[in-house]
């Protein structure tokens, strides 16, 4: 059976899951060499990217670009741009799957699911946690 080609939110999705994995191991690496002791040669920021960028190229023949500075920033106690954007969400993991396992109750009784009533549904969900003031999710959700 052939496969199907990948939309483009999945190929950014995963080239940002490969570009935040990297990313951290550059960063805990980064983190031992801020570890050694003065007198001993550090590795900089750049050198650690462009090791971490060329290892990658040599094991899956993808280039990844890391940014010194977002990996000074991340050593840091910095936030990644995924978890900065998971923070402004207004459902969490837990009632996404909650949202998806309606979608797939209803599906399973057989009522076709319209997106009038997802959005009822997501806006209980929200009302519960965020309170009253929540004003609800709009049409294009």
């Known amino acids: 059976m052939p496969g199907r080609p990948k939309s483009v939110t999945r190929k ?6 490969a570009c935040d994995y990297l990313m951290s191991r550059a960063v805990e690496a980064y983190r031992a060499e801020l570890t050694k002791a003065p ?16 290892m990658n190229f040599e094991a899956t023949g993808k280039l990844i670009k890391l940014s010194y500075s977002t990996l000074i920033r991340l050593a840091a106690g910095g936030k990644t741009l995924s978890e900065t954007n998971a923070a ?3 459902i969490t993991e837990e009632e996404t799957k909650q949202v998806i396992a309606y979608v797939q109750e209803v599906g399973d009784r057989g009522f076709p699911l319209s997106h009038k009533r997802l959005r009822e549904h ?13 004003p609800g999710v709009g049409v294009k959700w």
């Open 122 to 134: 997501v806006n209980e969900i929200c009302h519960a946690r965020l309170g009253d003031g929540f």
């Open 88 to 90: 402004k969400a207004w």
């Open 12 to 17: 950014r999705r995963e080239a940002r899951e």
């Open 39 to 54: 007198g001993i040669r550090r590795r900089g920021a750049r050198t650690i990217c462009h090791d971490f960028e060329k």
